[in-house]
T-cell receptor, first 113, second 114 residues
């Protein structure tokens, strides 16, 4: 069965702190894709990253970085030097051999000035 | 850059009424999806649609729901007789045939059932 777990429901940090959002997934498939989406207060889903199961290289994009570890079935997301504009709900998602995206329950990040 | 659009952005309806949520997927995409997000909860898959038929649906997608591609551009979700618990944000998404995992989401329709 497919499952995505985001154990942190809410995280609060002060601006300029680094923060890591955890994501653990379950799937029986060997080919799958992992995603992170940002949902600001306006409600839309903003795509951040897609990784396939064969590419375990970590990725960095500006202040964002992702750590994919197949051995622990984790796909963690780190924001370096957080800013108030990073405040949002962040969702991790999995897509394997079905058509659908399976989302985690989300982590609400609040960045205080 | 092409994007998925949804109308209306907000809809308020009375319990028992029918609603139709509309989506215009990206023009060369062949797979279409609806997802639902109850306030404060996670995004949940409802249905996927390809070649004018449902390819997969979740247990949430019961007989109250239907989807249609009435013409070459629109993709609709109909809820026949709305219930209070249908209040949610509904997201449409579309993808290319060769990259179904990469789904492009619309901005959502916020439905409130009173």
């Amino acid at each position: 069965a497919q499952k995505v777990t985001q154990a942190q429901t809410e995280i609060s940090v002060v601006e300029k702190e680094d923060v890591t959002l955890d994501c653990v997934y379950e799937t029986r498939d060997t080919t799958y894709y992992l995603f992170w989406y940002k949902q600001p207060p306006s409600g839309e889903l903003v795509f951040l990253i897609r990784r396939n199961s064969f590419d375990e290289q970590n990725e960095i994009s500006g202040r964002y970085s992702w750590n994919f570890q197949k051995s622990t079935s984790s796909f963690n997301f780190t924001i370096t030097a957080s800013q108030v504009v990073d405040s949002a709900v962040y969702f991790c998602a999995l897509c394997d051999n079905t058509d659908k995206l399976i989302f985690g329950t989300g982590t609400r990040l609040q960045v205080f000035p | 850059e092409p994007e998925v659009t949804q109308t209306p952005s907000h809809q308020v309806t009375q319990m028992g009424q029918e609603v139709i949520l509309r989506c215009v997927p990206i023009s060369n995409h062949l797979y279409f999806y609806w997802y639902r997000q109850i306030l404060g909860q996670k995004v949940e898959f409802l249905v996927s649609f390809y070649n004018n038929e449902i390819s997969e649906k979740s247990e949430i997608f019961d007989d109250q729901f239907s989807v249609e591609r009435p013409d070459g551009s629109n993709f609709t979700l109909k809820i026949r007789s709305t219930k209070l618990e249908d209040s949610a944000m509904y997201f449409c998404a579309s993808s290319l045939a060769g990259a179904r995992e990469t789904q492009y989401f619309g901005p959502g329709t916020r439905l409130l059932v009173l």
